[in-house]
């Protein structure tokens, strides 16, 4: 094989990757959309729990006066508690 195809084949398997990866994340997109959570979203909720990083800190926050939360504010309500 030359150089030229040692590049092809890479890029055409970069290409089928990328590929793959958007379908599955899709699908995914879809198994989610009831509960209002994006994958990525998901993945986030799932790595804290996994860490067993707290939802809040106890406190106010100096700047705003409000608890500070570890979740993100686009999530829905119901994402806390579907991450359980």
Known sequence: MSLADDQNALLCNCLAIRQASRHVTQFYDQLLA???LRTTQFAILGRLQRSGAPRARAGKSRSSGST????PNELPPCAISCAR
């Open 34 to 36: 009831p509960s209002g």
């Open 68 to 71: 500070r939360c570890l979740a």
